[in-house]
């Protein structure tokens, strides 16, 4: 029997491992894009029930992020903390981007919108297990760290609000990657560590373009409804955004994703007046 995508997107979050979730997200990204090129049969979007939280392996320990201890970015432990958060951010994106495709399969979209979320999938378990790779080139692995626990709280808080999701994960946590990656490359080309710096390249690139995705469909359910995007950005991260929005701000790229300065000045500016 052929999974729909909706199907399928629920194997990948149920599934524990995370060498064994990328490995399954690839492959069914590769079934849905040949079946897009027509070398194969059609795939359905279909529907499914999605677990509320994914399926998670036994380590890494999830703590609180106040309890996630603090290494220095300039030591080889503290690289390797580093590495290991990016890994983890890298996992729940996984599961974020197939989520979005199996929980909000009641509203219509346009066949690109899917072709999307599984490229950033396919991407994001790329990157996972590029992540896992420079880990165990210097001695560690996913999993030898705690990690944060509360990465899935946008996932659960949006759960039932499809453009309250698009605006939190890729137009918030997403863009707030672009503007930290840069320091992170800096920190293992001065250490010496090409491979990471290699991957952390790769992430970046890439990166632009999912939260492009997240953008781009956020202003077509606006424009769909009539709605101004400025000013529904700025109510729903107030409403679901429990963090702060802080400068400085990868300008350049963030444009490069469609999204404007109007966008996320006013709520950091908002927040420090509040301080």
Known sequence: MTLSLAQMATEVLQTADGREKTKISREHAARWFAARTGSTSDIEVGNATPPMRPSRPPQPELLSPRDVPRRRPGSPAGRIALLHAVAHIELNAVDLHWDIIARFTDIRMPIGFYDDWVKSADEESKHFNLMCDCLEALGSHYGALPAHAGMWRAAEDTAEDFMGRLAVVPMVLEARGLDVTPGMIEIFRKAGVDQA?????????????????????????????????????????????????????????????????????????????KG
């Open 197 to 273: 710096v290699a991957a952390l390249e790769t992430i970046y690139a890439e990166e632009v373009a999912h939260v492009a995705y997240g953008s781009k469909w956020f202003h077509f359910l606006c424009g769909r409804h009539d709605l101004d995007p400025r000013e529904v950005f700025h109510e729903l991260v107030g409403r679901y955004f429990h963090g702060p929005l802080k400068p400085p701000f990868n300008e350049e790229k963030r444009a490069e994703a469609g999204i404007p300065p109007d966008f996320y000045w006013p709520l950091a500016e908002r927040q420090n007046n």
